[in-house]
């Protein structure tokens, strides 16, 4: 069965500059949502998109913004890095279909900022 | 406000014997609830979840977990552990459709031999 698809997988980055990280949900799936993870930590619920709407925001630092597609697919955009934000990043999505509570996750993107 | 707590962060147990996570959660509203497992360098694997409907749902991999709502509880069971179990287990609540996820800070399970 089709997964969630994160690209890049690795990103190594120094502080200041910016990445761009990708994601594309599983076919049907109208709900992209994504998290940090840092080290030994649990994920954190950064930001969500529906039908390319936010449609809700947790801890996202203001120098992050994300945005959904018309394919549905996403980017999780992130300027000024520091050296606090190596993490892993997760993107997760969910069916269009009425009742439907789980959310699918990617492999993830590791960031390492340096 | 939603959050989940997650009783003891390391759990160690013998191959075959029973593995118990244990999950309590707090919300204002009735629970959506989830167990999920991340193997090292790998993104979460969805093992179980409650919605409505039966309390003791099954899972993949052998795995049950029973929604106590009297004890506002969600622990993770299997009655025979494996080694292919050790990995990290986080127990997540949200609720309603399309909102985040609320993560425990995860018990790791190790299956000793």
């Known amino acids: 069965a089709a997964g969630v698809i994160q690209s890049p997988r690795h990103l190594i980055k120094e502080k200041r500059e910016t990445a761009t990280l990708k994601c594309y949900p599983i076919?049907?799936?109208?709900?992209v949502y994504w998290y940090q993870q840092g080290p030994g930590q649990d994920p954190q619920f950064l930001i969500s998109f529906y039908e390319k709407m936010q449609s809700d925001k947790g801890s996202i630092p203001d120098r992050f913004s994300a945005q959904q597609f018309s394919d549905y697919h996403s980017e999780l955009n992130m300027s000024s890095l520091e050296l606090g934000d190596s993490a892993l990043y997760f993107c997760?999505?969910?069916?269009?279909?009425?009742?439907?509570?789980?959310?699918?996750f990617g492999p993830g993107t590791r960031l390492t900022v340096t | 406000a939603q959050s989940v707590t997650q009783l003891g962060s390391h759990v160690s147990v013998s191959e075959g014997a029973l593995v118990l996570l244990r999950c309590n959660y707090s919300?204002?509203?009735?629970?959506?609830l989830f167990w999920y497992v991340q193997y090292p360098n790998q993104g979460l694997q969805l093992l179980l979840k409650y919605t409505t409907g039966a309390t003791l749902v099954k899972g993949i991999n052998g795995f049950e977990a029973e929604f106590k709502k009297s004890e506002t509880s969600f622990h993770l069971t299997k009655p025979s552990a494996h080694m292919s179990d050790a990995a990290e287990y986080f127990c997540a609540v949200s609720n309603q459709a399309g909102t985040a996820l609320i993560f425990g800070k995860g018990t790791t399970l190790s299956v000793s031999s």
């Open positions: 919300s204002s509203v009735p629970p959506y």
């Open positions: 076919p049907r799936h109208d709900t």
């Open positions: 997760a999505s969910s069916p269009a279909v009425a009742g439907s509570y789980e959310q699918y």
